[in-house]
């Protein structure tokens, strides 16, 4: 299940989002949606960079029963400048991001990995039939 905080205006429908999940993992997942100015806050407090990011992972750093996987926060307005920039919709920009800040909370890492976070990230675009992933256009 996703404990959902929508912290802009946007109306945002998770049904698909939950069902990602859901195909991923049993554990509850906390999803922020936020605009530029918070996550970039975000950003400078936990990894010392002084900038506004499309997605944020904060994994649990212990695992108890019943403990969330932990938290993503996703940037509205970086959800809505790569739709347009990359040509799909909202809500298809919205599922990519949160895939991969799902992932980075199971544990992958496409920094040092042999391509493993690729991989999944793959099979759940094909999957949900999504566009193009992250690793995929930054590469």
């Given amino acids: 299940m996703i404990d959902f905080d929508n912290q802009t205006d946007v109306k945002i429908d998770i049904s698909t989002l939950e069902e990602i999940a859901e ?3 049993s554990k509850d997942i906390e999803l922020l949606v936020v605009n530029n100015e918070t996550i970039k806050e975000l950003n400078k407090e936990y990894r010392n960079i002084d900038k506004a990011t499309d997605v944020l992972s904060f ?3 212990f695992e ?3 403990m ?3 938290s993503i926060v996703i940037s509205i307005d970086f959800v809505e400048e790569k739709a347009k920039e990359y040509g799909h919709t909202f ?3 919205l599922k ?3 895939i991969h800040g799902l992932l980075h909370l199971l544990g992958f890492d496409h ?3 042999n391509g493993e976070h690729r ?3 793959e099979r759940l675009i094909e999957k949900y039939n999504l566009p193009s992933s992250l690793i995929v256009r930054n590469s």
């Fill in 64 to 66: 108890m029963e019943n």
């Fill in 119 to 121: 991989e999944e990230e």
């Fill in 111 to 113: 920094e040092v990995d």
């Fill in 96 to 98: 990519l991001l949160f």
């Fill in 68 to 70: 969330p996987l932990g």
């Fill in 23 to 25: 195909d991923s993992t």
């Fill in 59 to 61: 994994p649990l750093e």
């Fill in 91 to 93: 809500d298809d920009e």
